[in-house]
């Protein structure tokens, strides 16, 4: 059962990241602050839920939410700075879009830089305690999902649109087969080594 807030009476925006652990495009976060009374039947953390599910709770978490936002960090800037940076810029950059400002930070996971001056708080599996965190992870799962879907018409045979940048049994084929495209990060070291020999 998902708890509806971490502190009662105060403006909670909770927040979580996708895409982290993929091989291909950028890393998303979304920022929700949801109504104090706010309750669906299917809201869950995103990896426990059917993509069917995610997309039908997408447009009533984004009409009914009091405020959100969805940002995202590319390869490129991924391969500069890390991809633990990266998740946290996202997640930066999700708060500056919302429209109104939370008193509090509710993050999944067990880092975060500390944001302006406003408090926060880490908790790992976050995202199955605390319905903005769950909110905040479909929003962040459904738009990198309807990225990937975009640049998958570009380079099909990878295999985005089942994977959607995961390193599956399929994508890591295609990438020796076809090598690295531009949307794959480098830094993650992905190409086969070749075996040495002696």
């Not at 447009?59 to 490129?76: N, R, T």
């Amino acid at each position: 059962m998902l708890l509806p807030c971490y502190k009662v009476n105060q403006k909670e925006a909770g927040l979580d990241e996708a895409g982290r652990g993929c091989y291909a495009g950028p890393v998303y976060a979304a920022a929700v602050i949801l109504p104090a009374d706010f309750h669906h039947p299917l809201l869950n953390d995103s990896k426990q839920l059917s993509e069917k599910h995610r997309d039908e709770l997408r447009p009533i978490i984004e009409k009914e939410a009091i405020a959100w936002a969805v940002a995202s960090v590319g390869q490129e800037e991924i391969d500069q700075i890390n991809i633990l940076k990266a998740s946290i810029k996202a997640m930066h950059l999700a708060i500056d879009q919302l429209k109104k400002k939370p008193a509090y930070l509710l993050i999944d996971g067990n880092r975060f830089y500390p944001y302006k001056k406003i408090p926060h708080q880490c908790f790992v599996k976050g995202d199955g305690r605390f319905a903005s965190i769950a909110a905040a992870s479909i929003l962040a799962k459904t738009h990198r999902d309807a990225y990937m879907l975009n640049i998958h018409e570009q380079f099909p045979h990878y295999g985005w649109d089942k994977n959607k940048g995961y390193g599956t049994a399929v994508h890591r084929k295609a990438i020796e087969q076809y090598g690295l495209c531009e949307h794959h990060r480098k830094s993650f070291n992905l190409l086969p080594t070749q075996n040495e020999l002696f």
